[in-house]
């Protein structure tokens, strides 16, 4: 039997899907009761393998972990024998030589995912793959906006920033889109992605006005400046101006949400003080994605059959 890897959400089945939203919104309500700690994974050890830097994934897939009873070990390029010349690939057969039950990774280039599950004994939870996917991600912010709206069918999630560089992006329309919800993207030019198989049925806008007139979720990307190939923004003026998500542009539909998956650039993508604005669910999606690693972790090395497409 093959192992079930999971490496973006497209590796998820509908079924999988709703029962790891199901089960991340059950736990969101226990979160922060010290006595409702759901020790299922108790004698588990989960490598947390992060080749780039991370505060929320990799902080709340240990905390997910810890919480289910399971154990982690942390694994960061430096100071590690990678600095000795050891290569790529000899790390990750060490690594998986130390028989954990899951190998949870990060790494900043495309296709470095699939390279690790072909040559790994157990199941790989992607925290982020280059431009290509961040399941986890995605699934804790179709989550949030459960919480919030009650469904996504029918709703209007606008992505605004830069689409192009973006992973979560890319989750976020999967999920969102599979869930209901009609999916917009807002960018300048330099910043809208280029795959068909990615843009074919999203709506494009290249203004942002017109884009938050139409939405009622706005989900705000900062400039990945470290995945830019060549300048692909030069006058950040001009970004602010046409894309930044200002206050008053924020406050004129009263009604619409605003997500960010973090890190945040204020005074870039979002005006300062804006994360704490009450239209801000940005707080609220770190919350859940310590819920949704749980429910991740919890399929993955339990039932992941259950989760995953054959
Ligand atoms: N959203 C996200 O992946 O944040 P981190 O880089 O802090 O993990």
Redesign the pocket.
Known sequence: MPIAHLLTTKDLSDQGLQALLRESNAIVPHLGHRHDLTYTLPGRNIALVFF???????LSFETAAHRLGASTALFQPAGSSIEKGETFLDTIQTIDAMRFDALVI?HGLDGTQAEIAATVSVPVIS??EGTKA?PT?GLLDASTLLEQFGTLEGLRIVIVGDVRHSR?ARSQVDVCSRLGAEVAICAPESLMPREPEFIDGLRRFSNVDEALDWCSVVSVLRLQRERFVDVEVNDLEAYRRDFTITRSRLERNPDMRMIH???VNPGVEIDHGLIQHHQSLVHRQVTHGVAMRMAVISRMLSNPASIIRT
């Open positions: 780039e830097p991370s505060t929320r994934t990799r990060r925290a982020g961040h991600q979560v998956p973090g890190p």
